[in-house]
């Protein structure tokens, strides 16, 4: 059965580090680009970063750019997503999921299929 398990979430300080893991089971995640994607309360689901299939290049939105860093583990059929420099407005549930288009795919979240259970973060003092 193919599944995504999302950790690593918390209640952290503003300013301060968590790092999420997404794994997998049933597939080989070194296979699929892997994005990361979270939804606030009341707001869409917005994408966050991916990570490519063919040369491992990364992704992200303008507004976690030099604080959030995607990167694989494949002995452990792994993605992770360290943040750093946490705000605020980084609240949310986190999800992974797995491109459908070949490869092809951004940050827009129906390009994804296999969604995780997703893990909730929030970053309040």
């Known amino acids: 059965q193919v599944q995504l398990v999302e950790s690593g979430g918390g209640l952290v300080q503003p300013g301060g580090s968590l790092r999420l893991s997404c794994v997998g089971s049933g597939f080989t995640l070194a296979h699929y680009q892997v994005g990361w994607f979270r939804q606030a309360p009341g707001k869409e689901r917005e994408g966050v970063s991916y990570?490519?299939?063919?040369?491992?290049?990364?992704h992200y939105r303008d507004s976690v750019k030099g604080r959030f860093t995607i990167s694989r583990d494949n002995a452990n059929n792994a993605v992770y997503l360290q943040m750093n420099s946490l705000k605020p407005e980084d609240t949310a549930v986190y999800y992974c999921?797995?491109?459908?288009?070949?490869?092809?795919?951004?940050?827009?979240?129906?390009?994804?299929?296999?969604w995780g259970q997703g893990t909730q973060v929030t970053v309040s003092s």
């Open positions: 999921a797995t491109d459908r288009t070949y490869g092809l795919g951004d940050l827009r979240p129906y390009q994804y299929e296999n």
């Open positions: 990570i490519s299939s063919t040369d491992d290049s990364t």
